[in-house]
């Protein structure tokens, strides 16, 4: 069964720090794009990061310069498929379901769409306190 395993978040903290990891089981994509997405009720599944299969990053402005995108070792081939998430100086506003999610289309790093993603995790919540 192909799915995505999420793990991490929490409540922090304004200023505090939260790491999320992530990791497709099932199956292995040699090419593709990786990352995280957030959600607030009644607003619209957006951008966090995402992270392809070279190491490039789209990172959303919002969380630019606090949020890092990591993967798995690439010459590792049982950390293929795998991606962190450090988040520091968590702000209030950060407070969200983080979804991640994985597509073999790598080329949506740059145009990510949520519904073009394939595969998504089950999600996690992270609260941030004043």
């Known amino acids: 069964q192909t799915q995505l395993v999420e793990s991490g978040g929490g409540s922090v903290q304004s200023g505090g720090s939260l790491a999320l990891s992530c990791v497709l089981r099932g199956y292995t994509y040699d090419k593709y794009c990786m990352g995280w997405f957030r959600q607030v009720p009644g607003k619209k599944r957006e951008l966090v990061a995402l992270?392809?299969?070279?190491?490039?990053?789209?990172?959303?402005?919002?969380v630019k310069g606090r949020f890092t995108i990591s993967q798995g070792d690439a010459g590792n081939k049982f950390a293929l498929n795998q991606v962190f998430l450090q988040m520091d100086n968590l702000k209030p506003e950060d407070t969200a379901i983080y979804y991640c999610?994985?597509?073999?289309?790598?080329?949506?790093?740059?145009?990510?769409?949520?519904?073009?993603?394939?595969?998504w995790g089950q999600g996690t919540q992270v609260t941030v306190s004043a």
């Open positions: 992270i392809d299969h070279d190491g490039n990053t789209n990172v959303a402005d919002s």
């Open positions: 999610a994985v597509d073999g289309k790598w080329w949506l790093l740059t145009s990510p769409i949520a519904s073009d993603f394939a595969y």
